[in-house]
């Protein structure tokens, strides 16, 4: 059991450039979240995937896309990386979004935008 | 939006002290969660708070849910070193809608255990 899987693990990009980040669980879990996380901010929920199907704006989505390609993954899109979008990215996923202690974390994509 | 005041936003500390951080909120919350981040990873849950008063442990961790529901509060007991990293404080309400299972995040509070 693999958890919360993340790639790439760190990017660097060009302002202008897109990428996709990859996220995947191996938990049957229905609801996905990609947070971004910046010094002295905390972590900001960017979007989030209550089910398969569906996907709904958090705090901060501007700049950003998602994709719910299926009950395991959950892609976000950059499609003109901007200097403000150098983050630590985080996905989460749980299997009740009611129940919360079951929200787990990945290991994260450190993105730099130079 | 909901914000969440986390303090202090860094402790430096000798091992074998206590440590005492909490959150405060603008808006009422039904779940008060504490999570551990170490370096190079993602947040870890460490208690779940589910009902205002409640006091609950984890080990040496103890964290509790205020009356008003607008805060809460994290202590760690003899620290140790392994206890270094970012705790984040972390607030849930049921108001329903396009806000179902969404978390907001304290800033987080950097930990130093000095051996």
Redesign the interface.
């Known amino acids: 059991n693999a958890g919360v899987t993340q790639t790439p693990k760190f990017q660097v990009l060009k302002t202008g450039q897109s990428m996709t980040l990859q996220c995947a669980q191996d938990m049957n879990h229905n609801s996905m979240y990609w947070y971004r996380q910046d010094p002295g901010m905390g972590l900001r929920l960017i979007y989030y995937s209550a089910s398969e199907g569906t996907t709904d704006k958090g705090e901060v989505p501007n700049g950003y896309n998602v994709s719910r390609l299926n009950k395991r993954e959950f892609s976000l899109r950059l499609e003109s990386a901007a200097p403000s979008q150098t983050s630590v990215y985080f996905c989460a996923s749980t299997t009740d979004p009611r129940n919360v202690r079951e929200q787990y974390f990945g290991p994260g994509t450190r993105l730099t935008v130079t | 939006?909901q914000q969440?005041n986390?303090s202090p936003?860094s402790m430096f500390i000798q091992e074998g002290e206590d440590v005492s951080m909490n959150c405060t909120s603008s808006s009422i919350f039904n779940?008060w969660?504490w999570y551990k981040q170490e370096p190079?990873?993602?947040?870890?849950?460490l208690i779940?708070l589910y009902k205002a008063g409640e006091l609950t442990s984890n080990g040496r961790l103890t964290a509790q849910f205020g009356i008003t529901r607008k805060d809460s509060f994290l202590n760690i007991s003899a620290s140790i070193p392994s206890d270094v990293g970012i705790y984040?404080c972390?607030g849930?309400n049921?108001a329903g809608g396009?806000s179902?299972?969404?978390?907001t995040?304290?800033?987080?509070t950097i930990l130093t255990v000095h051996p």
């Open positions: 939006g969440l986390q936003q779940t969660l190079g990873e993602g947040p870890v849950l779940a984040f972390a849930k049921y396009t179902y299972g969404k978390l995040f304290g800033q987080g």
